[in-house]
């Protein structure tokens, strides 16, 4: 049996990439566990670099790809994009630092007089 062709081989590679871009943004997302801890994490801007990667993949290759990798590109690209805006709208918004408080002199502990 020969080994497939090379356009094949780089179809499936494409595929791969994809997917595997897609599932690395998920898990930062929270929709799928971490396989390293176990856990479910969140990462917003995390997903958002690789939604942004992928959307950039989608740019460069526009004209060079067949109608399987342009869908599977695209219906990757909806399902993350709605995916993070679902997830973004979801996680409460973050409370707005406090200013420190200023150190008073007479907050501090008392201290015996050197004098």
Do not use: C, W
Not at 81 to 90: F, G, H, I, L, P
């Amino acid at each position: 049996m020969s080994d497939p062709a090379p356009a094949e081989m780089h179809k499936a590679m494409f595929m791969q990439l994809v997917i595997m871009l897609s599932s690395s943004a998920m898990q930062h997302l929270g929709k799928i566990i971490n396989p390293m801890t176990g856990k479910t994490e969140l990462n917003l801007d995390a997903a958002q670099a690789t939604i942004d990667m992928v959307e950039m993949i989608e740019v460069k290759t526009k004209g060079n790809l067949d109608r399987d990798e342009d869908r599977l590109l695209k219906t990757t690209l909806t399902s993350l994009k709605m995916n993070y805006v679902e997830t973004a709208s979801s996680v409460p918004a973050p409370k707005p630092a406090e200013p420190a408080a200023e150190a008073k002199k007479d907050d501090l502990p008392n201290q015996p007089d050197k004098g």
